[in-house]
């Protein structure tokens, strides 16, 4: 068994595409560390940073065949990084929209209730009223 640190960067590539998974392994300790720098400049929490670099890194794996050489590989990944960190930021603000309308819609809720209950508490002495016999008041 080969130390496969010792491997040249194109070598690990062509092992890749071989599916070994320890040419793999080696590729991703190598490029691991600086993706997480990379992504941790879109995404402020380390933790999401890096189970973006291990999604792209997985990637990787999936498509190995696609790759010829290692620039073609760095730049998928730095790439693909990217662009997972600016879909995560997309959904955060997204999400963040839909959280700030349901809370304006709440509060215009509680504030329409209120009147709700006015209107229906209004309502409900004019039926009253309306249902009601006329109270004699003379006594004839």
């Not at 071989?18 to 793999?24: L, M, S």
């Not at 010829?68 to 963040?96: H, P």
């Amino acid at each position: 068994m080969a130390a496969y640190s010792t491997y040249s960067d194109e070598m690990l590539v062509a092992l890749l595409k071989q599916e070994d998974q320890r040419a793999f392994d080696q590729l991703f300790r190598k490029l691991y560390p600086a993706l997480c720098f990379f992504a941790g400049r879109y995404v402020p929490v380390a933790a999401q940073a890096e189970e973006i670099v291990q999604d792209t890194l997985f990637k990787l794996w999936q498509r190995r065949n696609d790759f010829d050489n290692y620039q073609s590989v760095k730049a998928f990944l730095y790439i693909s990084t990217k662009n997972a960190c600016m879909d995560g930021i997309d959904s955060e603000q997204r999400k963040l929209s839909r959280d700030h309308n349901w809370y304006m819609q709440q509060e215009q809720m509680d504030h329409n209730a209120e009147e709700n209950i006015i209107q229906a508490e209004v309502l409900l002495e004019i039926s009253q009223a309306i249902t009601q016999p006329p109270s004699s008041a003379g006594g004839s």
